[in-house]
């Protein structure tokens, strides 16, 4: 196949396209499993294979894709027409930022193939966990395992050649409640980066026999707490709410096809311009922010990105400054084009396609805090004289440029004179986005930094759904509104 590519490549080059390059899928396969309150209640496995092919011709994209690959003639021709009848409506004519011609391979690390494990083992497993959740308290159960493996073959008209073969394990647990007011409270433990390898093992029973008891005596304690105050409290964010923070307000915020306005109809657009780069004070002094796709063992590195750039680590806000973005070769040129001025040197090696017949577009790897000299948990907290611990994404509201956001979390604790007292319900907190990162007082060490592990970001028309990573330490920022 590779050789009838690089033929089809040649062939448009000849008819004069100025790039040209190919994904081809021989496989991507993804099951899923969910358990609600001892029943399986969902089963899906599914398989595709195909290739995506895309053209750039006097500064216009063409793309096309096909499962049925009996006819690359076809395949590359419909592309090709793509490109030259969008050549004639060219508002910003398409430039690629330079980048070597690699010939490579990548696979991220796994030991054991979920897909070859019977399926009677997963259903075990989930129904192990069911039964350490069925507790006195809990109202519903669920625990899910989500598999992915997928191949990819990329070829371009640069000399690029590159192998991915990639597996992706997911799996939650997730207890719900019901207090004496009536409203329902859940806790819940995903999957972080517990080991060196993402396949089967890393469905380690001990792990996650630990979290379910945990989470079904922390949901006891919600359903039986006071109230969040409403006040202004120097706040502690977990890694199990801090990634999200980081998410949103960071990783969104950061990608710069947003900044250049390419998410507006769907997601939104971000509240940082071109001239904010190597100026904006973004947070507090103890804020450096990187985009590190070079991490092992997380869904946010994957070797090579859909443009065939190596994987990168780049920083993104460096002692508070902002000073990079999440960047694709298209993107950066643009950037830099209307910005009259070269902020960006070349690809960040973020550009990523969630299937053979989507196009690749900006987004996040592993969007991480670096950890910082604050101390342990224990040292952050003894050093609060009025704060609170929050834990665990319950629901978010960001506005559309990500400037100011609103979390509520599943669980807190306040915190008085740095010793931890009470647990308290419907904990939540906002901010603006810039003045809440600017009131970044302590970061916590290696010790308490966790990478985090998210399946679902949604980004593209079409929707493209996402895996990536967050690498995070504890947080704490100061006169923080909670609790409305
Ligand atoms: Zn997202």
Avoid at 283 to 288: M, Y
Wanted: include cysteine; charge should be negative.
């Amino acid at each position: 196949m590779q050789r009838e590519i690089k033929q089809q490549i040649e062939r448009l080059q000849a008819a004069g396209a100025t790039y040209v390059d190919a994904r081809w899928y021989p496989f991507e396969e993804a099951n899923f499993l969910m358990m609600w309150n001892g029943n399986l209640k969902n089963t899906t496995s599914t398989r595709e294979s195909g290739m995506g092919v895309r053209v750039l011709y006097k500064g216009a994209w063409g793309f096309s894709a096909s499962s049925d690959l009996s006819s690359l003639n076809a395949l590359f021709d419909k592309a090709f027409d793509n490109a030259r009848i969008a050549a004639e409506r060219v508002t910003f004519p398409i430039r690629l930022a330079e980048k070597d011609a690699i010939q490579a391979a990548f696979e991220s690390p796994c030991k054991i193939n979920p897909f070859e494990v019977p399926l009677a083992e997963k259903v075990a497993f989930l129904k192990e966990m069911d039964e350490k959740m069925n507790q006195a308290g809990v109202f519903q159960r669920r625990g899910d395992l989500t598999f992915m493996r997928k191949k990819i073959v990329f070829i371009d008209s640069e000399g690029s050649e590159i192998e991915k073969l990639i597996t992706e394990v997911f799996a939650t647990l997730e207890v719900s409640g019901v207090d004496e007011q009536g409203v329902t409270h859940e806790r819940k433990f995903r999957l972080n980066k517990t080991a060196d390898t993402r396949g089967w093992e890393s469905i380690d029973r001990r792990i996650f026999s630990e979290n379910a008891e945990r989470i079904v005596k922390e949901m006891n304690e919600v359903l039986k707490a006071e109230p969040c105050p409403k006040e202004d409290r120097s706040v502690i964010l977990l890694p199990g709410i801090m990634f999200l923070q980081t998410h949103e307000t960071i990783g969104h915020a950061l990608e710069l096809d947003r900044i250049l306005g390419y998410e507006l109809a769907f997601a939104g657009g971000s509240f940082v311009t071109l001239d904010d780069f190597g100026s904006l004070r973004y947070g507090s002094e103890k804020l450096t922010a990187r985009a590190d796709a070079t991490l092992p063992n997380t869904p946010g590195s994957f070797g090579f990105d859909d443009d065939g750039v190596p994987a990168q680590n780049n920083v993104l806000i460096d002692k508070g400054i902002l000073v990079g973005a999440i960047t694709g070769r298209q993107m950066v040129e643009e950037a830099n084009a209307k910005a009259r001025k070269q902020i960006f040197q070349g690809s960040g090696g973020t550009n990523r396609a969630n299937a053979f017949y989507r196009v690749p577009i900006e987004r996040m790897t592993n969007i991480n805090i670096d950890p910082g000299s604050d101390g342990t948990l224990e040292d952050i907290i003894k050093n609060t004289e009025k704060g609170i611990i929050m834990d665990g994404d319950r629901s978010w509201s960001i506005g559309s440029n990500r400037e100011q956001f609103h979390f509520a979390t599943e669980i807190a604790w306040l915190v008085e004179d740095g010793q931890v007292k009470q647990v308290v319900k419907n904990p939540t907190y906002k901010g603006a986005t810039v003045k809440f990162w600017n009131s970044l007082s302590a970061v916590g060490d290696q010790s308490t930094w966790q990478m985090q592990y998210v399946d679902n970001c949604g980004k593209g028309q079409p929707n493209q759904i996402m895996q990536l990573g967050h690498g995070v330490p504890v947080c704490r920022f100061d006169q923080v509104r909670i609790g409305e």
